[in-house]
């Protein structure tokens, strides 16, 4: 197991599409651990993906369970996410690990569907809404090399707009 | 020694202020930091962070041509700059209500009892001239809790203004 180094913003790889996994090895699972103990060393993060430790494939892990009132499907490690349905529409604070000393605004889906594979390639299937459907897509983004930054919205809009997009 | 400038200046709005003052900073080899430009009533707002090694009177001297065409007042003060130590707001406090004398005082002398350090504080004028009402605008760092601040705050819900409090929940992902 190791920390590894967190690419920051505006390093170029951060914009890089990852690619699927396809073999779940033993490589996978130390790369896994990896990434969970460089999550875990980091500043309080809910989430990493794995284009942030400059891997280049479609894992993520996230885990809201810690915090307050906030519904969560625990600890999880999500092999080539696919998001299959979207509804409704809020804006919430965000700030990245591979962006340092920056949050902002972002519009986000308030419910998902969401379609992954755990660390053996087993299938599984979430409902997701509030806090962990937006870590999901913060960190999902990263796979497509897209950063929060790219969805900001004014920070003077979210106490009108709060949850009024449909 | 830092080399960094707040440099304040206001005038009556027109097009083109922020785009005039910055180039000729620009052009001067200066560089800026974190800024707030915004109009209020008629007039336009600049604060903003701007380090310069020429130091502030040859800052002066650049902008001067710019703010006597425009008619601008400018303020210039030596500061640390401090980039990079933002402190992440975890609440927001949002007021409104009939406008009447003393709603900003109320509203932060609770608050600020309650353990409120303000980061972005905006406030508003709106409605008609004959209706005005008041909408004020607040984050920062509860170091006291949000409850707390909520608490505080209650009271003034008996006065006819309208208090939201929320916590601001900033995913770090």
């Given at each position: ?166 | ?94 007021v409104h209500g009939a406008d009447r004398a003393g709603i900003v005082s109320q509203v932060t002398t609770r ?22 009402i008041y909408?004020l ?15 505080a705050l209650a009271p003034l819900q008996a006065e006819g203004v309208k208090v939201d ?9």
């Amino acid at each position: 197991m190791a920390v590894l180094d967190i690419l920051t913003y505006p390093d170029d790889r951060l914009r890089q599409v990852s690619e699927p996994v396809e073999r779940f090895d033993a490589a996978l699972q130390a790369r896994i651990d990896d990434l969970e103990e460089t999550r875990l060393a980091g500043p309080g993060a809910v989430g990493i993906a794995a284009p942030q430790v400059g891997w280049f494939q479609r894992v993520l892990i996230i885990d809201v369970s810690g915090r307050r009132k906030t519904k969560s499907h625990g600890h999880l490690i999500l092999v080539n996410p696919e998001i299959t349905e979207w509804d409704g529409f809020a804006i919430g604070r965000e700030g990245c690990l591979s962006v340092p000393d920056y949050t902002g605004n972002v519009v986000r889906a308030e419910r998902i569907k969401l379609d992954a594979l755990d660390r053996d390639g087993n299938a599984l299937h979430f409902d997701m809404e509030g806090f962990e459907a937006r870590a999901v897509q913060h960190e999902m983004d990263h796979l497509d090399g897209l950063l929060f930054l790219d969805r900001l919205v004014s920070r003077r809009q979210d106490l009108f707009r709060r949850k009024v997009y449909k | 020694m830092s080399n960094w400038y707040m440099l304040t200046l206001v005038g009556k709005d027109q097009p083109g202020i922020v785009a005039r003052v910055t180039t000729a900073l620009f052009e001067a080899g200066s560089n800026l930091g974190e800024t707030s430009m915004i109009r209020l009533g008629d007039s336009f707002t600049i604060m903003m962070m701007a380090r310069s090694e020429a130091g502030d009177e040859a800052l002066r001297e650049v902008l001067q041509p710019v703010v006597d065409a425009l008619g601008l007042v400018l303020h210039i003060d030596a500061i640390d700059g401090r980039l990079h130590h933002r402190p992440i707001p975890d609440v927001c406090i949002l007021v409104h209500g009939a406008d009447r004398a003393g709603i900003v005082s109320q509203v932060t002398t609770r608050a600020a009892q309650a353990g409120l350090n303000i980061l972005d504080l905006e406030s508003d004028v709106g409605g008609t001239e004959s209706e005005p009402i008041y909408i004020l605008q607040i984050e920062g760092v509860a170091t006291q809790g949000v409850e707390a601040i909520e608490e505080a705050l209650a009271p003034l819900q008996a006065e006819g203004v309208k208090v939201d409090v929320r916590a601001i929940e900033t995913l770090i992902g």
